[in-house]
């Protein structure tokens, strides 16, 4: 079942909310202590989790919904960092990498349970049962969910996670159904960054397209990301003419810069600061960054 996206977080008491999760989606079915793991395309993971396929209620039957999360450097669940290990099929590889990327079930529905089919029931039902199983302490966790939706996207914002799902607590299971009952939004944070660079618009010279940014920090200047989005027409212009003058030979980020990123770069002095909106907070580099503007009235140094 998924979840329509919305712009604001409904109210009322006929609502729970969630966090919503920076992980991997999937179905856990146990039949016969034997877990087999799916995800949102019907693909067998079941060998990319070792830790989480081995069932914590032993040979219970049950199937449920959740996601597969793992932290960052920073505590913050990193989809990124699942992907070191999400399309991994060899045993040896694998097995490594569940020591030094440790991954967690978020069970937040249940929809089977000792061969009863509980779909058809409301969720506030379904959150019961799942919230008696005895699941502490195992890699399977039952995250919170929330009356106060306002209160929780304040808090998951202020924390630097992903966002907020709220669903209607009557609402019945539906297998591949995009639903008004489940409802997203995903934050947008907005910070000031500095320019290191800027990348040309396919097949010209000079258009400016996209802008090399980062963050200023007591070790240096450490490369963020990339951002297109918002450059465009009048402020692809008007951006060029502000950074042509400060054209450099070499790059002032103090770390690397991925190559799929360097190659075609034109660097530049590290004085321009513009806003960035970007997908979460916390990360080592910008998710889904949004131009937003110039700023005129800070300079490198302010961001240190």
Excluded at 73 to 87: C, S
């Amino acid at each position: 079942m998924l979840a329509s996206k919305t712009d604001r977080v409904p109210t009322g008491a006929q609502w729970l909310h969630e966090v919503k999760w920076d992980g991997v989606r999937v179905l856990i079915d146990v039949r016969d202590g034997v877990a087999r793991m799916t995800s949102r395309n019907d693909n067998n993971v079941t060998a990319a989790w070792p830790e989480l396929s081995d069932p914590p209620l032993g040979d219970r039957d049950l199937l449920v919904d959740g996601e597969v999360i793992a932290l960052n450097e920073r505590g913050l669940p990193d989809f990124r960092v699942l992907q070191h290990r999400m399309h991994l099929r060899n045993a040896k590889e694998v097995a490594r990498l569940v020591k030094s990327v440790p991954a967690t079930l978020m069970v937040f529905d249940l929809l089977r349970l000792d061969g009863e089919d509980l779909t058809g029931r409301p969720l506030d039902e379904r959150r019961a049962l799942l919230e008696e199983l005895p699941l502490a302490d195992t890699t399977w966790q039952v995250p919170a969910a929330y009356d106060d939706g306002d209160m929780l996207f304040d808090a998951t914002l202020a924390q630097g996670l992903e966002g907020v799902v709220s669903k209607r607590r009557a609402s019945r299971y539906r297998f591949d159904a995009r639903s008004e009952d489940w409802r997203k939004l995903a934050h947008r944070h907005r910070g000031s960054f500095v320019v290191g660079g800027w990348r040309p618009q396919v097949g010209t010279p000079d258009r400016l397209a996209a802008l090399l940014v980062g963050e200023q920090t007591a070790g240096g200047l450490l490369y963020r990301g990339r951002v297109g989005s918002g450059i465009a027409g009048a402020t692809s212009t008007r951006l060029a003419a502000l950074l042509a003058p400060l054209a450099s030979d070499s790059s002032p980020f103090a770390d690397d810069v991925p190559r799929v990123d360097a190659d075609g770069t034109f660097w530049v002095e590290p004085r321009v600061v513009v806003d960035i909106d970007t997908h979460g907070l916390g990360y080592e580099r910008l998710r889904q960054p949004s131009f937003r503007g110039v700023r005129d009235d800070l300079s490198p140094e302010d961001l240190g």
